[in-house]
């Protein structure tokens, strides 16, 4: 059974500085998806990371997939209060994206 | 394009009764699936599909129903409601090719008393 953990599950940071959610996952998959939630939303896709080494950034978000090491990494470079949300990964078993295991998600509070 | 579209937004239901949520998406995607998230957790895979007239049971199917006649929708039904059903259902679609990104429906936020 695939397991995909997130931590931390709860940050709460200060507007300016820098930190990493890390991702975990269980079983081998070269497909892995970040997400973003805000209160009472849908999911707002941010990053597909398709293959080991990939990474993509966008803002001061940027995220990062080890396959060998079966972990990702979403990296948070000087917050902004705008980036508070609960953020999820997201791990693909099947080759169409159609079946994902979601980590239990990271709730970031950015602080003034 | 409207994207993935859900209804109803909300609904409230009692123990037993039977209801369905409507997906549909006009993307023409190959791939639907639905998902439930409850408080505090991620998404849960209930149902997916991978073509009209194909679907497969994800991790927590008991208690409800799909089909997918055609590409464009894919109900779930709730055979008969139970307060453990209470959730939010995301519905999600994909191309399958190329990004293999998921587009996500606004969701479906039910409560069964």
């Known amino acids: 059974e695939l397991k995909v953990e997130q931590n931390p599950l709860f940050l709460s940071m200060q507007e300016g500085k820098n930190y990493t959610i890390y991702c975990n996952y269980s079983?081998?998959?070269?497909?892995l998806y970040w997400y973003r939630q805000d209160p009472g939303k849908s999911l707002e896709s941010l990053f597909v990371?398709?293959?080991?080494?990939a990474v993509k950034q966008e803002g001061r978000l940027m995220a990062s997939l080890d396959t060998k090491a079966r972990l990702s990494t979403l990296h948070i470079t000087a917050a902004v209060h705008d980036l508070s949300a609960t953020y999820f990964c997201a791990v693909d078993i099947e080759t169409s994206g159609s079946r994902l295991t979601f980590g239990e998600g990271t709730q970031l509070t950015v602080n003034p | 394009n409207a994207g993935v579209t859900q209804t109803p937004k909300f609904q409230v239901l009692k123990t037993g009764q039977s209801m369905t949520l409507q997906c549909a998406q006009d993307?023409?995607?190959?791939?639907m699936s639905w998902y439930r998230q409850d408080p505090g957790m991620g998404l849960r895979l209930i149902h997916y599909?991978?073509?009209?007239?194909?679907?497969d049971q994800g991790e927590v199917p008991n208690g409800y129903n799909v089909s997918r006649s055609t590409t464009e929708d894919f109900p779930l039904r709730l055979l008969s409601a139970a307060p453990s059903q209470t959730s939010v259902y995301f519905c999600?679609?994909?191309?399958?090719?190329?990004?293999?990104?998921?587009?996500f429906g606004p969701g479906t936020r039910l409560t069964v008393t």
């Open positions: 999600a679609s994909s191309w399958g090719h190329a990004s293999y990104e998921q587009y």
């Open positions: 599909s991978v073509g009209a007239g194909i679907t």
């Open positions: 990371l398709l293959s080991n080494g």
């Open positions: 079983t081998t998959s070269d497909r």
């Open positions: 993307m023409n995607h190959e791939y």
